[in-house]
């Protein structure tokens, strides 16, 4: 909430005249409220030094404030890296977190929007104040609600919400920075517009963008080039250019950013000042849109790449304190899985176990602990989509004739259900699917999306198999995978409200799939279905809602023959747990 009280006293329009004694009363009246109104002034004023001081205690018990040490320089047109002697021997005791900034910064971004000791690099505009208050108000709860959705609240190490703690140290950072503030603001308006659709914060947007750019062309004409504060500004201004379309300059300032990380790995690494959270943010978004839309990401996310090379001292600082269970979900994955998609499985699988750690122990579930399991999500999330999009199977959802021209057409139906299943799980148990923004408003709401897709994927590969039944493929491993992929269908229908025992066929129509299917299969208890369902990914018993009576509802009561059918998908009567044994 902010600082400032809203004043409360009543407003008058008057038409004054001096020279008629009618309008005295009126005159009297609205200097009583003009007085009024500086005594309420004086006493908010009053009232934030009282603020500012009481933080400053507060800060001075806890941490003290230390200004910051100085940073490696670029100097001269060499451009070689010459660190300062007093950075240089305090580098390796240095923590993760930014250093404490002016008190004043904290009571800005934190408790109101006044800069009466001009404080910031900028003036406090109306529009800063209005972008600084939708930063607190909308986008700090937002990102809390993110990391919260991981664990249960219950969890006192996810209550204090350490990433949420860091991400603000790092908005007062940037708001300190006169090369960077800019930028920032450009990311809060952008935020704002694409939340609001109000013109004024796309206009604000492309103004401070432009200044943040302008900033950043002058400060590379300075002779010595502070070589992690140009990154970070050039971090932040990522944002911008994303939300705003600006791909040319987009990829631009990636080119740029690489070529620093290239040149100054070591200094970036060692730098306090360099936390990953505003750029985690940048790649969760550019990831999520991808999602919304079934589209490639802007950012390689490949393994080796500039993206994934920015976590991994994050990575190598957690993963001594998580369990390591890829050699397990190795040798349970069905071996119908092949190639790219199983090795994505198993990076999927490897996720779902640290969640589920982190919601059964207490000592897993940290703030860096989050962060680790955010920054994995988001990469195999976004290498999922970038696989169904390489697929290229809208021709074939388009033009089924095309289908008995090769059989390769079904393997491709095959790994793009598996991607969707997994795209869906991850988001579901990560909580990055329909995060609330408002009361009224939940973005990156994708599953209505990815069950109709599934489905038109699902109706053409039976086609598919229909047309190649011929050709005798082992038929039982795609059938374990069609299993898997209609119950995923069907977990996803029911977590919505309208599923309920008198919902409409083509709102229930996977449960519907999955029932005839598992029946055909000769699939005749849950435990058994469930045997084969975990050879994809382990769930751990995390479901998206709590009523699981459907999936009971679609096996015969204990005793009743079974209905077993030949058909082309199952290979007649075969048991589809045989594979694993």
């Not at 005594?39 to 941490?63: I, M, N, T």
């Not at 390796?92 to 977190?97: K, L």
């Not at 109101?112 to 700090?140: E, I, K, M």
């Amino acid at each position: 909430m902010s600082s400032d009280l809203v004043f409360q006293g009543d407003f008058s329009f008057v038409n004054v005249d001096a020279s008629s004694l009618s309008t005295l009363p009126h005159r009297q009246q609205v200097t009583r409220h003009v007085h009024g109104y500086r005594r309420w002034r004086k006493g908010q004023e009053a009232r934030r030094l009282r603020e500012s001081s009481k933080f400053h205690d507060a800060v001075d018990r806890s941490s003290g404030y230390r200004p910051p040490a100085s940073r490696p320089v670029l100097h001269g047109s060499e451009r070689t890296l010459r660190p300062a002697p007093a950075a240089a021997a305090t580098a390796a005791g240095q923590s993760s977190t930014i250093q404490t900034l002016p008190p004043l910064i904290d009571v800005v971004l934190l408790n109101g929007n006044s800069d009466p000791f001009a404080a910031l690099p900028v003036h406090l505009t109306a529009t800063v104040n209005s972008l600084l208050g939708f930063q607190r108000d909308r986008v700090v709860p937002f990102i809390r609600e993110v990391e919260l959705r991981m664990t249960p609240k219950e969890n006192a190490a996810a209550r204090d919400a350490g990433f949420t703690t860091t991400w603000i140290n790092e908005s007062k950072a940037y708001l300190y920075d006169s090369i960077a503030i800019h930028s920032y603001l450009a990311r809060i308006a952008a935020n704002r517009y694409v939340f609001t659709l109000q013109p004024e914060f796309l206009r604000a947007a492309h103004e401070f963008r432009h200044q943040g750019i302008a900033s950043l062309r002058q400060y590379m004409t300075s002779s010595s080039i502070d070589v992690v504060r140009l990154y970070r500004a050039l971090l932040i201004l990522l944002w911008p250019d994303s939300a705003l379309g600006d791909r040319v300059a987009f990829q631009h300032h990636v080119a740029v950013l690489k070529d620093i990380f290239r040149s100054h790995h070591e200094v970036l690494s060692a730098a306090s000042s360099v936390n990953l959270h505003y750029f985690s943010s940048v790649v969760y978004f550019e990831v999520q849109y991808a999602v919304m839309g079934l589209s490639s990401t802007s950012l390689d996310l490949g393994h080796n790449e500039w993206v994934e090379q920015q976590f991994w001292p994050l990575w190598k600082q957690v993963s001594p304190g998580v369990p390591f269970s890829r050699p397990d979900a190795q040798q349970n994955l069905d071996p119908g899985l092949l190639g790219d998609i199983r090795m994505l499985y198993l990076d999927a699988q490897e996720i779902l176990d640290l969640i589920a750690s982190m919601r059964m122990h207490g000592s897993v579930n940290t703030s860096l602990t989050w962060f680790y399991a955010i920054s994995k999500t988001i990469l195999t999330v976004g290498r999922l989509i970038n696989l169904y999009v390489q697929l290229d199977i809208e021709d074939l959802l388009h033009h089924p004739h095309v289908l008995d021209m090769t059989g390769s057409a079904t393997q491709r139906l095959e790994t793009a259900a598996a991607s969707l299943c997994a795209v869906y799980w991850l988001r579901e148990l990560a909580g990055i699917e329909g995060v609330a923004m408002t009361e009224n408003m939940r973005l990156f709401t994708w599953n209505p999306t990815m069950l109709g897709k599934l489905k038109q994927v699902v109706m053409v590969y039976n086609t598919s198999v229909q047309m190649n039944a011929a050709q005798h493929r082992d038929i039982d491993g795609p059938s374990r995978l069609l299993l898997w992929v209609v119950w995923t269908g069907a977990m996803a229908e029911h977590s919505f409200p309208h599923c309920e025992a008198g919902a409409r066929d083509d709102q229930n129509w996977f449960t519907g799939q999955f029932c005839h299917l598992s029946r055909r299969a000769n699939v005749h208890s849950v435990s058994r279905c469930q045997g084969i369902l975990d050879r994809f990914l382990q769930l751990h018993g995390m479901r998206p809602g709590n009523d699981d009576a459907w999936y009971a509802r679609c096996f015969p009561p204990m005793g009743e023959p079974l209905t077993s059918t030949s058909t082309c998908l199952t290979g007649g009567n075969a048991d589809l747990m045989t594979v694993y044994d």
